[in-house]
């Protein structure tokens, strides 16, 4: 057995409201001891015989990001695109399919090598925990070897082979929803399923088909809703009891209420909101509303090309009206319930010990210093890591 004691944390944020101060839990000049990779203490003292001590003197302590909404199995990037929407253009689903041909075209090694270099920005921002989507192959074979590729790096895998209808197939769209449900669900070993459920990509009812099949196989629900355009994606979620709605940017003041009265975690995407010029402080209203809220990257190369959840902190208070213990908390225990886990997310008894230490006093210089990075180091099941492992 090996232990850790993190000794004279200034700031150390639990979440847990039964430890420590206000919905993040907080607590000052605090020690965690962790044993084996699993936290067993959470105190004032300073304990006797730990093999080893991090001192945490002026620093802030809290659990490591739980990214709940990515896309990192693709090649190519999208530059051109951004540009042309800071002067002016709209974002649409359309161009997803460059990144489509670009992944097809692509070897397994570059998908892997790009997968592990995005996510070893990640946890150099803190990162602990991250789901992966596939969704760049819309074929039999580049849908299975994403979520394979996804595997390598994460249990949290999302089949997302209804992302928009490929190419091959817009003359005929219904074809590809039957061969989602007829040939690449049944293959698929992905935790999840998920459905870009919008204007331009999945109707409600090719949605419900699709993600009723994935659930009939053993899948977990989430889903993409009210992106673009408002559908009746909310309420699809809360029929199927998906575990997560994510985007949600054109719901209805009736589609906030129905999402808060339910279960399903409301999943905000602040770097798309920056990326695709989003204005409205859209997560006060689910805040308000009192739905369970989340915030994630979506990291992927069209609309938010980040893999920064301190970013994302900065962004969900700028833009969308939350306040910092709001966006911290949305990005640590909001995310976890987003992917229905218990063990990570918090800082308590028999939590896994996944950590960002921060550089600075307190957690607040997450929005306060927007775009530098204050993550001095992250630490996964009580280990300091460098190199983004399963
Ligand atoms: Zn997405």
Redesign the pocket.
Known sequence: MTSTAFTNIQTLVTNSEELGEGALGLITGATVVVEDGTVVAVSRNTPNGVDSEVDCSEKTLLPGFVDS?T?LIFAGDRADEFAARSKGAQYTAGGIATTVNATRSASNETLRANAQRLLNEALSFGTTTIEI?SGYGLNESDERRSIDIASDFTDETTLLAAHVIPVEFREDPDAYVELIIEKIIPQSTAKWIDV?CDQGAFSIDQSRRILSAGIAQGMKPRI?ANQLQRTDSIQLAVELDAISA??LSASTDEDIAALAASSVVATL?PGAEFSTQHEGKLGRKFLDAGAHVAIAT?C?PGSSFTTSMPFCIAAAVSLLGFTVEEAVHAATLGGARALGRTDIGKIDIGTRADFALLSTPSYIHLAYRPGVNIVSQTYKSGTAVTQWQK
């Open positions: 909404h896309h989507k870009f993409h994510d985007h995407l979506d992927n």
